[in-house]
């Protein structure tokens, strides 16, 4: 069963959110603005791609069972997705530094110390999230990681599908088992560890770089276990937010703190060398009708 989903606003929503900016105005009227210091200062805005709007379908993270038995997650179809604006590039060595000398982020730990231009390794989902809440804070926009779909929607023909393609036999569970061992083992004899600069490993066809390259990203997404029916709809999914996906070569769940993920803290899949991560930039035109005008 294939599902489809819309990851485009309806406009629906803007009259509370227009009420709701209204009433924060007036509370900030009344009660000043928090005072958060002076902002940290850029050099220069990252480069970043516009992924046109498109239609793509993929199988999800997480793991699926039906009627107790491990399956395939059923492919998801999105549709009309809107335009997503992300970093053309790994956030850098250098950039995340100046994050570090502010003292808003802790300094990396790689595996491997690369020299020029390179993409920043060794950080976690927090360092992650620490880097694009400052970076927000620096140019006054909205920075924040992908959710696992638009990861997939940037990524285009880069992206690696983790479908065994492999029907559970109940009285033979090991075909399945040994499915997944050789698929890993594959990806093994496929791995690149070496960190090259930023753009070696070329651009997909919205111009995205390094996409499944190297390094590993971090999304947003979070682990989690779904159960489907006889039929196969989803019959409920628990959530695990202490492990959020990563994507690249394949993908793979990690515990948000990890930063070495061959330390032994790789949830499932084979864990991969290097941890990055790219971010997404919030776009106006996306917003609900009207919202623009309030916000800048």
Not at 266 to 283: H, I, M, Q, T, W
Request: aromatic residues 8%; negative net charge; glycine residues 10%.
């Amino acid at each position: 069963m294939t599902y489809a989903v819309s990851l485009r606003p309806g406009r629906s929503l803007w009259l509370p959110a227009v009420l709701l900016a209204a009433l924060l105005a007036a509370i900030a009227g009344q009660t000043g603005l928090p005072d958060f210091g002076p902002a940290p200062t850029l050099s220069s805005l990252p480069e970043t791609v516009l992924v046109p709007a498109r239609d793509f379908t993929y199988s999800p993270a997480g793991t699926f069972q039906q009627e107790g038995i491990p399956v395939d997650a059923p492919p998801v179809t999105v549709r009309n997705a809107a335009p997503l604006e992300i970093m053309t590039y790994q956030v850098s060595l250098a950039d995340y530094g100046r994050c570090v000398a502010d003292g808003a982020c802790v300094a990396p730990q790689p595996r491997r110390r690369p020299s020029g231009n390179v993409p920043v390794t060794g950080v976690s989902f927090e360092d992650a999230s620490a880097y694009a809440a400052w970076l927000s804070r620096a140019t006054g926009q909205t920075w924040r990681l992908p959710s696992e779909a638009e990861w997939v929607q940037a990524a285009g023909s880069r992206f690696v599908d983790d479908r065994l393609g492999v029907e559970t036999d109940i009285a033979n569970p090991a075909e399945r088992w040994l499915a997944r061992y050789r698929q890993e083992a594959a990806r093994a004899g496929e791995e690149i560890r070496d960190v090259l600069p930023l753009g070696g490993f070329g651009s997909n066809e919205f111009g995205v770089a390094d996409m499944a390259g190297s390094v590993w990203e971090w999304t947003s997404t979070c682990d989690g276990r779904t159960t489907l029916d006889a039929s196969g709809a989803v019959v409920s999914r628990l959530a695990s937010c202490g492990v959020r996906i990563l994507e690249g070569r394949h993908r793979t769940g990690m515990s948000m703190f990890v930063r070495d993920a061959r330390g032994g803290a790789c949830s499932f899949g084979a864990p991969p060398d290097n941890l990055g991560f790219r971010l997404v930039r919030e776009r106006k035109d996306a917003w609900p009708f009207g919202l623009d005008r309030l916000f800048g």
